[in-house]
Every structure is written in structure tokens, then in C-alpha cells.
């Protein structure tokens, strides 16, 4: 009999990546370009692992095979209703077992080339801390080191637009790192999604190319950044990005500018600086927010605050920073792309053995 198991490194062979484990599992982690397809609900496999440990493992797979079939059967109606004969569809739960499985017999049943992924999500897991221990260190990184406020994160998405190699770690973290940085609406992934997303972007660039990163702390929100991917910054290229005091405000008005919406909320992140800060300090900024001295408030938030706090530690993480070259960006969104290829001319006028985009 030919076996329904596909190994993990066979995920391009197939049309479509099904997991069927809960909206919960899913939403916490999942395959790159897998659909949720799950034959529990949330609710459903509390009941059934309820019953398997209040009363016993038979009666909890008896009523948990009754709500698989149903929720199989209303996703052969809705979700894969339109699948062609030829469809080869990968399917897993979390280690490859009853939930997978009978997804998968089912799709054969019916004539679908289906498998189900040998270990499961356990086995992609696995796979993913695995290349954590090692890919970070294939490639060379250029690492935009500078104040609060310099514009590092519009530099670095300029030069992916110019064509070269960026990791954003804010933008996998969905933060911008700082104790202000949580974006408007939107909520930070888990931290295996983080290490997913992460792995998947290492995956596709190319080691004779450098990749562009900006400087990052150990935290960015709730985020773990791993320690090896930090050393490995800390030891690579710097490009010092610097902007005038008055543009600095500029792009914080920008990208903080809607704290001020919440009063309330912005006084209470405030708060968490006591300690740091006099509380003298903290009422004052206060003041300044019901003010709306929004740039008075970012200008003292910058001289302060963020400025000490980055020259007692940015020296003693990168090794490269004493006699890394400066670069000045300016406030300016229409000429960004323009700035970003004239740091890549730069660059490469100072003798980059790599090429720095294609």
C-alpha cells in the first residue's frame, strides 16, 4: 500500500498546504501559505479533550470522529467545493496524527492525490528553530546604527525598493521597538509566528548579497530577538544614519503622531519611564500632551531621553560603529528612493566586495 506520508522538504510538490488543527493553533503559528481548514473548532476540541481526560479515550474519539466528519463534510461543500480531479493537496495537525489523518483518507477516498505531513506541525517547528541556530550567521548584513528619529526604517524600505537585500524585523514584529511603537490597530504576532516569518525571509535572500537591517534591541514589543541574530549584527558593517534635530521631529510627528488621539494611553506609557525619569519630568511631559505641544513633547522625549539612552548602549553592542560613515536622510518621501541609491553608490565607492543589488 503507497504511503499517505509526505516529508517536510516536499512542501513544493504539492497545490495547496491544509491545516486543520483549530483557528487558535493556526492563528498562533502555521506553514507559510497554509489555509485553515480545521475539523475542530476551538470550543470543539476543549469538549473532546474534556471527555478524554474526565471520562475516557473512547468516548472522547467517538464524539470527536462525529464532529471531524461533519466539519469535513461542510468543507468538501464550501472550501474545496471547486477542487479539481487532479488537486494535491498537503494536509497536517499538530504532529501528524487523528486530525490530519482523516482528513487526508477522506480526500482520497474521493480521488484527490492527498497526503499528510509526517510529523505534523511538530516536525515544520522543529525545522524552524533548527535553521534559527545556523541561518543568521550565511549572510553578510549592513546594519543601519542612529538616533531616534533619523528615518532608519524609511531608509531601509527605500532600499528595498532600490533593489537591495532588507530584513525588517519591525515589520515581521509588527512594532517599531520602542516603548511608543506599537502600531495603531494592529496587533504583534506570536513569537513562533515572528521566528516563522523570520526563517521565510532569511530563506530567499542570496548569501553573496548583503542584507540591510536596521539596529534592534533584544525586544521589539513582546518579540524575542534570538541572540545569535544580534551578535551577528553587532559584529557586521554599520552605516550611522544621522538627520538634523528639527527632521527628527519631523518623522516622529509622523509615525507617533497618533498616541495624541489617546491622551489617557499615551500619559500611562509615559508612566513606565518613572525611574528613568523624575516624576517632576513625567507630570511635565504630561502637561505637554494636554497641551498638544506635540513637538515640544517629541523634542524633549529625543534630547532626554532616547539620545542618553542610545549613546550608553549603542558603543558598547557594535563593534563596527567608531569608524562607521555617516549618512544624513532627510524628511522627504518624494526623493527617498533617490537617497537610498545614493547610499548604495556609497557604499559601494568604499570598496563593497558584495554586490549590493540586482
Known amino acids: 500500500m503507497k504511503t499517505l506520508l509526505a516529508p517536510l522538504d516536499q512542501l513544493a510538490d504539492f497545490d495547496e498546504i491544509i491545516d486543520v488543527r483549530t483557528p487558535l493553533e493556526y492563528a498562533d503559528d502555521h506553514i507559510p501559505g497554509a489555509i485553515n481548514a480545521p475539523v475542530l473548532s476551538n470550543e470543539e476540541r476543549v469538549t473532546v479533550g474534556t471527555l478524554y481526560r474526565q471520562v475516557s479515550a473512547f468516548e472522547a474519539t467517538k464524539v470527536g470522529a462525529a464532529m471531524v466528519a461533519k466539519n469535513i463534510g461542510l468543507h468538501l461543500e464550501t472550501l474545496f467545493a471547486d477542487r479539481l480531479r487532479q488537486w494535491r493537496p498537503l494536509i497536517y495537525c499538530w504532529r501528524g496524527g487523528k486530525r490530519s489523518g482523516s482528513m487526508t483518507t477522506w480526500f482520497n477516498m474521493i480521488g484527490w492525490q492527498a497526503r499528510q505531513l509526517d510529523g505534523g506541525y511538530k516536525t515544520y517547528r522543529r525545522w524552524v528553530i533548527d535553521s534559527l541556530e545556523h541561518l543568521p550567521t550565511e549572510f553578510q548584513y549592513i546594519v543601519l546604527t542612529g538616533h531616534t528619529g533619523t528615518g532608519k526604517t524609511r531608509l531601509l524600505q527605500a532600499l528595498r525598493q532600490a533593489g537591495a537585500q532588507v530584513l525588517d524585523l519591525e515589520q515581521l514584529a509588527c512594532h517599531r521597538g520602542s516603548l511608543l511603537g506599537a502600531l495603531p490597530g494592529h496587533e504583534q504576532p506570536s513569537q513562533k509566528r515572528f521566528e516563522s516569518d523570520l526563517v521565510t525571509a532569511l530563506t530567499q535572500f542570496d548569501p553573496a548579497r548583503p542584507v540591510f537591517v536596521e539596529a534592534e534591541s533584544s525586544r521589539i514589543g513582546s518579540i524575542s530577538v534570538s541572540k545569535l541574530l544580534l551578535n551577528t549584527f553587532h559584529r557586521s558593517t554599520c552605516v550611522n544614519v544621522q538627520a538634523s534635530l528639527d527632521d527628527r521631529i519631523t518623522f516622529l510627528l509622523q509615525?507617533?503622531?497618533?498616541?495624541?488621539?489617546?491622551?489617557?494611553?499615551?500619559?500611562?506609557?509615559?508612566?513606565?519611564?518613572?525611574?528613568?525619569?523624575?516624576?517632576?519630568?513625567?507630570?511635565?511631559?504630561?502637561?505637554?500632551?494636554?497641551?498638544?505641544?506635540?513637538?515640544?513633547?517629541?523634542?524633549?522625549?529625543?534630547?532626554?531621553?532616547?539620545?542618553p539612552a542610545y549613546a550608553r548602549s549603542s558603543h558598547e553592542h557594535f563593534a563596527g560603529l567608531s569608524d562607521a560613515p555617516t549618512f544624513t536622510f532627510r524628511p522627504n518621501a518624494v526623493d527617498n528612493l533617490e537617497?537610498?541609491?545614493?547610499?548604495?553608490?556609497?557604499?559601494?565607492?568604499?570598496?563593497?566586495?558584495?554586490?549590493l543589488k540586482d
Request: net charge negative; proline share 1%; with cysteine.
Open 255 to 307: 509615525d507617533y503622531g497618533h498616541l495624541f488621539n489617546d491622551p489617557g494611553h499615551f500619559k500611562q506609557l509615559l508612566n513606565r519611564l518613572v525611574g528613568l525619569h523624575s516624576k517632576k519630568t513625567i507630570d511635565h511631559w504630561h502637561q505637554l500632551i494636554d497641551a498638544s505641544a506635540h513637538a515640544e513633547l517629541f523634542s524633549e522625549l529625543v534630547q532626554l531621553h532616547y539620545d
Open 339 to 355: 537617497q537610498a541609491e545614493s547610499l548604495l553608490r556609497e557604499i559601494e565607492h568604499k570598496g563593497c566586495r558584495y554586490k
